[in-house]
């Protein structure tokens, strides 16, 4: 079945990385897996705005012990023979504060390795390596992708991250570039240690693009999540009038 827990691990906020967690996926919803999403990134909170309506409970209630994990799953909407569910971040600023305890980071790890029992694949939003959830969220995955964006500044970062994960005993798997060929002026680069590749999503693109073959983010992520999760998704692209792996 391939690598159960990876983890997404930004360099720099802005990064891209939530995006890339959910476009990752859905693409292996679309190959017919069960996902589950966990966000790490309390603060920042973006995986909530994937998921429509209410939510009563999230990541934070379960880290804190108010809920069990279950309660703060919602599934995503999305045309995939797979499904995905999403436990994301939205909490007060008191519950935050209290969800950041090394107490609380025991507590999300039991609840990311519970989940990974009932789910194909987990995949973790996990923000800079600077807090007691990121690092627990770092430390339970089986693997781990820095996501840096092609910019002067995410190369610079990097390096401090690389360096974060060995410390605590996580080194990443691979280095994920993100926003390629995006609009950065004279800040735009290539990342030299960058094993993937994905370009860039403007802010007003469709959530997901990973579901429509003919995107360009479509096969780059298929291609990213087979190798770093050991899968063969079966999936097809349009190539130049050819379908091809």
């Given at each position: 079945?391939?690598?159960?827990?990876?983890?997404?691990?930004?360099?720099?906020?802005?990064?891209?990385?939530?995006?890339?967690?959910?476009e990752t996926a859905a693409t292996l919803a679309r190959g017919g897996r069960s996902v589950?999403?966990?966000?790490?990134?309390?603060?920042?909170?973006?995986?909530?705005?994937?998921?429509?309506?209410?939510?009563?409970?999230?990541?934070?209630?379960?880290?804190?012990?108010?809920?069990?994990?279950?309660?703060?799953?919602?599934?995503?909407?999305?045309?995939?023979?797979?499904?995905?569910?999403?436990?994301?971040?939205?909490?007060?600023?008191?519950?935050?504060?209290?969800?950041?305890?090394?107490?609380?980071?025991?507590?999300?790890?039991?609840?990311?390795?519970?989940?990974?029992?009932?789910?194909?694949?987990?995949?973790?939003?996990?923000?800079?390596?600077?807090?007691?959830?990121?690092?627990?969220?770092?430390?339970?995955?089986?693997?781990?992708?820095?996501?840096?964006?092609?910019?002067?500044?995410?190369?610079?970062?990097?390096?401090?991250?690389?360096?974060?994960?060995?410390?605590?005993?996580?080194?990443?798997?691979?280095?994920?570039?993100?926003?390629?060929?995006?609009?950065?002026?004279?800040?735009?680069?290539?990342?030299?240690?960058?094993?993937?590749?994905v370009p860039h999503i403007g802010p007003g693109a469709p959530r997901p693009l990973a579901?429509?073959?003919?995107?360009?983010?479509?096969?780059?992520?298929?291609?990213?999540?087979?190798?770093?999760?050991?899968?063969?998704?079966?999936?097809?692209?349009?190539?130049?009038?050819?379908f091809s792996r």
């Amino acid at each position: 079945m391939g690598v159960p827990t990876l983890a997404f691990v930004g360099c720099t906020g802005g990064a891209g990385t939530t995006r890339l967690t959910v476009e990752t996926a859905a693409t292996l919803a679309r190959g017919g897996r069960s996902v589950a999403v966990i966000d790490a990134a309390f603060g920042t909170q973006g995986l909530a705005t994937y998921v429509e309506g209410r939510l009563d409970a999230d990541v934070t209630a379960v880290a804190v012990g108010d809920v069990p994990v279950d309660s703060a799953l919602f599934e995503w909407d999305i045309d995939a023979d797979g499904r995905v569910a999403l436990c994301p971040a939205h909490a007060p600023f008191e519950r935050l504060a209290r969800a950041k305890s090394a107490g609380s980071a025991q507590t999300l790890e039991r609840a990311i390795e519970e989940v990974a029992g009932r789910y194909d694949h987990v995949l973790l939003d996990v923000p800079p390596i600077a807090s007691n959830q990121a690092v627990a969220a770092a430390t339970t995955a089986q693997r781990r992708a820095l996501v840096v964006p092609a910019s002067r500044r995410g190369s610079d970062l990097l390096p401090r991250q690389q360096g974060r994960l060995r410390d605590i005993g996580a080194p990443a798997s691979a280095v994920v570039a993100t926003r390629v060929d995006g609009d950065d002026g004279d800040n735009s680069e290539s990342v030299e240690d960058a094993a993937h590749t994905v370009p860039h999503i403007g802010p007003g693109a469709p959530r997901p693009l990973a579901t429509d073959p003919d995107s360009d983010v479509a096969p780059t992520v298929a291609a990213m999540a087979e190798e770093l999760l050991n899968v063969d998704l079966g999936l097809t692209f349009e190539d130049d009038g050819l379908f091809s792996r």
